[in-house]
C-alpha cells in the first residue's frame, strides 16, 4: 500500500514556473514507476511524465518536453515536477500516481496508487 499526497499547486502568470511535490509512504518507493498526470474540467486525465524505477528514465507527454522536468528523490520517498514556460492550457488538477511496472506506461488505469491532486491554474 503506498499512500501519495501532492503539493506545491498554485496560481500562477503564464511564463512563470511551479514545482510539484509528491511524498509517499511506505518503504519501497524506488520500486514503482512514478507519473504525473492532469485532468483539466470537462477532459479526460492525461499522461504529463513519468519516471522508471533503477535508472530514472523520463518520459514525457509532446505537450510538456522542453519545459517540464520529472525527478525523484528515493531517499525523500518523493517524486517532483519542475513546470517552466507554463501556459494557460496547462491549467489543471495535477495528480501524482504510482505504479508497480517495470517500465514507464502513459495510460492512467495501469497506475495503482493515486494522490488526491493539486490544482494548477495559469493566468493569462
Known amino acids: 500500500q503506498v499512500q501519495l499526497v501532492e503539493s506545491g499547486g498554485g496560481l500562477v502568470q503564464a511564463g512563470g514556473s511551479l514545482r510539484l511535490s509528491c511524498a509517499a509512504s511506505?518503504?519501497?518507493?524506488?520500486?514503482?514507476?512514478m507519473g504525473w498526470f492532469r485532468q483539466a474540467p470537462g477532459q479526460e486525465r492525461e499522461f504529463v511524465a513519468g519516471i522508471s524505477r533503477g535508472l530514472g528514465n523520463t518520459y514525457y507527454a509532446d505537450s510538456v518536453k522542453g519545459r517540464f522536468t520529472i525527478s525523484r528523490d528515493n531517499a525523500k520517498n518523493t517524486v517532483y515536477l519542475q513546470m517552466n514556460s507554463l501556459k494557460p492550457e496547462d491549467t489543471a488538477v495535477y495528480y501524482c500516481?504510482?505504479?508497480?511496472?517495470?517500465?514507464?506506461?502513459?495510460?492512467?488505469?495501469?497506475?495503482?496508487?493515486w494522490g488526491q491532486g493539486t490544482q494548477v491554474t495559469v493566468s493569462s
Open positions: 511506505g518503504r519501497s518507493f524506488s520500486t514503482y514507476v
Open positions: 500516481a504510482a505504479d508497480r511496472a517495470i517500465v514507464v506506461v502513459p495510460t492512467a488505469n495501469e497506475y495503482d496508487y
